[in-house]
């Protein structure tokens, strides 16, 4: 059986031989109904990163899991029907990051947004933005009309140069404030987020912590190591900055909230974020099913979680009439707030 895991983040040399180590014994290496479950179950059992947050939270109790689960299954099922009993025990996690994926299927918890508001219209921002805006790196920028920089960074997938960070605060250092819009960004590189957190900062501060797994039981995991957010080599910005959430933001979109709120001049507007505070590893099922799970823990700046989300500064939704008048109301609050 393979297990690999990949990692998302260079983390120290002595986590990895940890990882590398294949904890799934002989008898549950098969190729069957029962021998993927136990697979799964295991893998999840010895590295998933959340159970004590799950178990504080919501109950979540693993072991009850294989036992309820165990019971639906059968020698004679079909594949489909495997991943659909293996797709509603991973639900039980609540976690976005868990993922299993087949040739036909991917099982996904997708509720750390869709069943919150939106809080977000493409629409009514491309009024915003207009069609003459600024573009560098993914990141689209511009200057309102009351002199407030807009800045909105849809994914974190993209590499962030120097030069594309520094040509942004270039542009926009006339301005009275900045927005940083972030909703619906639903994460990629924690290096990138990280860049663009350290243009406002011009101190070496600690933006949050993350730990790692030890050990195989839910609870075995390193001192919390610091997360250090060094300032940016080239233009950073002095003045106060608004930085606009709604439950789309997740992963590394929820680590730049973080970032965020650990530097100065930064107030976060908007609705909680939805979460991601761990970082994902990939293993296999033996029968090649990829598995995708949370294994490091990461905190905010004062050991707090942020696997659930992260609370704004001011709590603001869209309001139906705003978004009749295609206004978006969190836009505008921001707005209002940096002219005051």
């Known amino acids: 059986m393979k297990f690999l895991h990949h990692i998302a983040l260079i983390l120290s040399v002595s986590f990895l031989p940890l990882l590398l180590v294949s904890c799934v014994t002989e008898d549950t290496q098969t190729n069957s109904v029962n021998g993927n479950f136990q697979a799964l179950w295991q893998i999840l059992d010895e590295h998933y990163c959340f159970f004590p947050e799950k178990s504080d939270v919501y109950g979540l109790n693993w072991n009850d899991e294989y036992t309820y689960y165990k019971e639906r299954l059968s020698p004679t099922m079909t594949d489909e029907q495997l991943f659909d009993v293996c797709a509603r025990m991973l639900r039980d996690l609540r976690d976005g990051h868990v993922n299993l994926s087949s040739s036909f299927n991917t099982a996904r918890f997708w509720d750390w947004y869709e069943k919150y508001p939106a809080n977000f219209s493409d629409s009514i921002q491309r009024l915003y933005l207009g069609t003459d805006y600024y573009l560098t790196g993914g990141i689209k920028y511009r200057i309102l009309d009351d002199n407030i920089g807009y800045i909105y960074c849809s994914s974190f997938n993209n590499t962030f140069g120097s030069g594309n960070l520094s040509a942004i605060f270039s542009k926009l250092a006339i301005c009275n404030g900045v927005i940083v ?135 603001i939704n869209m309001t139906q009439l705003d978004m009749a008048r295609n206004v978006d109301t969190i836009i505008e609050a921001a707005r209002s707030f940096l002219k005051k």
């Open 181 to 315: 819009d972030v909703r619906n960004n639903e994460g990629g590189m924690l290096t990138s987020a990280q860049a663009l957190a350290e243009c406002f900062t011009n101190q070496v501060i600690t933006g949050g912590y993350i730990c790692h797994k030890t050990g195989k039981g839910h609870s075995e995991f390193s001192s919390p190591e610091a997360i250090k957010l060094t300032p940016a080599t080239g233009v950073r910005w002095q003045k106060k900055v608004v930085v606009l959430t709604n439950r789309r933001c997740y992963s590394a979109a929820n680590s730049f909230v973080m970032y965020m709120k650990a530097c100065p001049n930064v107030t976060v507007m908007g609705a909680q974020t939805g979460g991601g505070g761990g970082l994902p590893f990939s293993s296999e099922l033996p029968n090649g099913w990829a598995l995708r799970f949370s294994a490091c823990p990461m905190y905010d700046k004062d050991m707090n979680p942020t696997e659930f989300g992260i609370e704004p500064d001011v709590s």
